[in-house]
């Protein structure tokens, strides 16, 4: 069950909607389509999003359309400093709050999903701080293989679900198990023992997975085009470095690599097309295990135009608004 109260303390609980899915399905085009109907303002729900500098390999929304919808938890910490979900929570709860008190309603959007977890079902994160150095586990001369290893001694299911070059995620599954709470695989898998303190309305987008896949590697071709490259050189000037929490970001560890002279443009592009469809199938994985959203599926077949897609996104946002707003009235 959740460990915290309604952040607004009261007896009523707060509407909240979310926006979930994987990446590059085309939640924040949706997003930015209903809100203004719905009267809502943005709480990006994107662990990479928050760091400031961090634009172009994130898909961070840009001025233009931070002037149509007001958005939260972007730009709120720098990339040289780790941010923990706990700091995420708090932050995003703070916004909720301001956000219904000024009469509008908050909306979650992104593919994080820890992040979404924190918020909407109100996890704990206290009791696991500190531990992870019991073993060693964040020594410097610890490599991500010899991290995961751990992790698979310690909680195997975790193990499967969990990149080994995602760090900062292996670090944490192991400061759980070493800590004596629940291990984080049973966590994931029980979703039915959290009590959301908020009015939940859920949505998640999906489309086929070819479709995906080739959206993923389009949108990663046009971060090449839009100055990735250029972005990952002025952030590493500025402490940006392999092994911190930004630094393991997709598409930044391998545009970092890329400059450091560990690989080819091609090779960095490559690897970040591939690592970037695997996260997109464990984000469907996480997502799908929360039997509260309800899913709409964007849809379009494989080799559909970039009009098509688009066609295929507006009756998925007409769709999603029509339930939401039925929600609403209930």
Known sequence: MATGSNPRNIESPITLIAIVGPTAVGKSVVAMSIAPELDAEIISVDSMQ????????????????????????????????????????????????????????????????????????????????????????????????????????????????????NRKRVIRAIEVAR????????????????????DLIAVGLEMERSLLYRLIDRRVDRMITMGLVGEVRRLRRGGLKAGSTAGEALGYRQMLRFIEGGCTLEEATGEMKKRTRRFARRQVTWFRKDPRIRWFTVECHPGGTGEEIEQGLARAAALALEYIAGKLEN
């Open 179 to 198: 800590g004596g709470g629940r291990l984080i695989s049973e966590r994931q898998d029980s979703w039915v023992e959290f009590t959301s303190p908020y």
């Open 50 to 165: 928050v760091y400031r500098g961090m634009d172009i390999g994130t898909s961070k929304p840009v001025e233009a359309e931070r002037e149509e919808v007001v958005y939260h938890l972007v730009d709120v910490a720098d990339p040289g400093r780790d941010f923990s979900v706990a700091q995420f929570k708090e932050m995003a709860d703070n916004a909720v709050r301001d956000v219904v008190a000024r009469g509008r309603r908050p909306m979650l959007v992104g593919g994080s999903g820890l992040y979404y977890r924190a918020v909407v079902d109100d996890l704990d994160f206290t009791g696991v701080r500190g531990k992870v150095g019991m073993g060693g586990a964040t020594t410097g001369d610890t490599s991500n293989r010899e991290l995961h290893a751990t992790l698979v001694r310690l909680d195997p299911e975790a193990a499967r679900e969990i990149d080994a070059s």
